[in-house]
């Protein structure tokens, strides 16, 4: 192996390239048209352009990655996670191309990617999973009958995906249909699969995943946990490990039913199994991702090892780097800095990011994708860095969490920043009583507000710049000497009361009353609840909004009656737009 395409893009891709550098391979980089300028595509040795911005037409698009992989020369494909990483069938193209695959064997995925499928496996290797379906659910008949059987709530999720995607929670019988609905459209938007299956949504549990790693030669390890519980729509918003209150005995079992999991699937590589731990300390298996997690890097900080090296090491035949599980040194934490508005709900904030300045010092280290001027799209998740800090015991990696969080400054972008700061300051929080509807149940966001960007002078004078061309779908960089290009400042932004997910204020507050909804964020309108001439009142769902793969119902801001309706689903409408 002495080069490596990185079919991905953002932190993941930059995170990658790093590590083939590091063992003196040559890095290609792949990107749409959006994202010409990316870091990812700085920082490769080259870079290729796969299609337009939506993703079905560039990252997704298989033929045209193994084209670009061929006419690149190169050995070896990572896919990084999202996209194509848990897609059996990429997998078994870059195998069938004679390229190394740098992940677990197409059977493997497919096992273990099919929500379904792994939940057989599980039970064949005498892992317990939540109760629930066995097989994908066809008919709205289906979940009311199980819902009969195991009790309400119930949890709508994705057969192909995770991650809370595709994933929608049933309180009441009444809600099944529209639940139904919405979690297959999610599915197929984001794993082009519409099949779901139904389990027991279990409450108050803590959501906790074994870190694996198995070689060619059948040898696994388990390599610790990590506790993912503060989570917000069923996404993770901060990890760390080890996992709080965890007993020797409990950590022991845990690795001893991921391994278990794995070596029933014939697991390669590296590889996540995904646990709920209830209340009374029984693991109930939940899935396996079968690729790099997002929180990889917490493992890494207390074990010492590089788990990308590790993949590259795996992917061409050698032996794993260790035998047994390590003793974890001191305690690790991850935050996730999305473009969200936590004062919103976690309203996506797609735009562009105006200042970016990100923090230093021992025990700290950023995983970033951006840089001051990048654009967070819509068309892609909407992740913006993975702040990771290191500290001597958790106490220590709390202050320290708090002291890089506020020497982090992203501008022109609400983010999750004033949220991580709420939560690490919670007494729940911080004595690890912490749950995954803890940041949904306990904490009050209304109110969070970003920082405005500051105003930027424009330079009358020439200066050098760079732009990007490209020969042959092959890109190239070209330095002139022009005028600087206008910027504007992204102004402040008001905070709307809080609401729960997915419910999102119309942008319109009530004490207005102009009776104009708009659109909360830019995206594409799914549906109407009403038509023209219904009545509504103040808080009702009126018509449902995608934004960055995710559903989104906007809610009338006052009494009244729908007089017009300005857009019809399928049309796509920019924030602030007059629904």
């Not at 991905?8 to 790093?18: D, T």
């Not at 337009?52 to 997704?60: I, K, T």
């Not at 496996?121 to 009969?148: F, H, K, L, Q, Y």
């Amino acid at each position: 192996m002495e080069s490596v395409l990185i079919a991905n893009r953002g932190e993941i891709a930059v995170r990658i390239i790093r590590a083939v550098a590091e063992r003196g391979m040559r890095t290609i980089a792949v990107y749409s048209e959006l994202d010409r300028d990316a870091v990812h595509v700085d920082l490769a040795d080259e870079a290729w352009n796969i299609g337009p911005a939506p993703a079905a037409e560039s990252y997704l698009n298989i033929d045209r990655i193994i084209e670009v992989a061929a006419e690149s020369g190169a050995d070896a494909v990572h896919p990084g996670y999202g996209f194509l990483a848990e897609n059996a069938d990429f997998a078994q193209a870059v195998i069938d191309a004679d390229l190394i695959w740098i992940g677990p064997p197409p059977h493997a995925i497919a096992t273990m990617g099919d929500k379904i499928a792994s939940r057989r496996a599980a039970t064949e290797a005498g892992v317990e999973g939540v109760p629930g379906s066995i097989d994908p659910v066809t008919a709205v008949s289906e979940v009311r009958r199980i819902g009969d059987e195991v009790g309400y709530p119930l949890a709508i999720k994705a057969a192909h995906g995770g991650g809370g995607k595709g994933l929608k929670i049933v309180h009441d019988p009444a809600d099944v249909d529209d639940a139904y609905e919405s979690a297959r459209r999610e599915s197929e938007a984001w794993f082009a699969s519409p099949e779901v299956y139904v389990e027991k949504y279990l409450q108050n549990t803590r959501h906790i995943e074994a870190q694996v790693l198995f070689d060619t030669q059948g040898n696994g390890v388990f390599l610790g946990e990590r506790d993912c519980s503060a989570q917000r729509r069923h996404q993770k918003l901060i990890e760390e490990t080890p996992a709080v209150g965890l007993t020797a005995d409990q950590r022991i079992t845990l690795g001893e039913k991921a391994l278990a999991i794995g070596a029933a699937a014939g697991y390669q590589n590296a590889g996540t199994v995904e646990f709920l731990l209830d209340e009374s300390g029984d693991f109930y298996f939940l899935e396996m991702n079968t690729r790099l997690q997002v929180e990889h890097t917490i493992t890494e900080i207390v074990t010492g090892i590089d788990l990308v090296h590790a993949q590259l090491s795996v992917a061409t035949g050698q032996p794993l780097p260790i035998t047994k599980t390590p003793e974890p040194r001191g305690h690790a934490i991850e935050m996730r800095i999305n473009a969200e508005d936590p004062g919103r709900d976690f309203a996506p904030s797609p735009g562009d990011i105006v200042e970016y300045h990100e923090p230093g010092g021992y025990g700290v280290r950023v995983d970033s994708g951006v840089r001051g001027g990048s654009t967070v799209s819509q068309y892609y998740d909407n992740l913006i860095a993975k702040l990771i800090v290191w500290g001597a015991d958790r106490a220590e990696a709390i202050d320290r969490a708090r002291r890089a969080l506020r020497e982090f400054t992203i501008t022109g972008v609400a983010t999750t920043i004033p949220a991580h700061l709420v939560i690490l300051d919670h007494p729940t929080f911080v004595a690890g009583e912490h749950h995954t509807k803890f940041v949904e149940d306990h904490l009050d966001l209304s109110g969070l507000e970003h920082p405005a960007a500051p105003a930027i002078p424009e330079d009358e004078e020439l200066t050098e710049r760079s732009i990007t061309v490209e020969v042959g779908g092959r890109r190239f960089v070209v330095k002139l000497w022009a005028p600087p290009l206008p910027q504007q400042s992204a102004g402040t932004r008001r905070a709307a009361p809080r609401r729960r997910p997915p419910r999102l204020d119309s942008g319109t507050s009530r004490a207005e009353g102009d009776g104009v909804i708009r659109a909360p964020m830019q995206g594409t309108i799914v549906n109407y609840h009403h038509e023209a001439g219904n009545a509504v009142k103040a808080g009702e769902a009126v018509c449902v909004l995608e934004a960055m793969k995710m559903e989104n119902e906007i809610s009338a801001p006052i009494d009244g009656e729908i007089v017009e309706l300005r857009v019809q689903p399928g049309d796509a409408v920019s924030s602030g737009s007059v629904l």
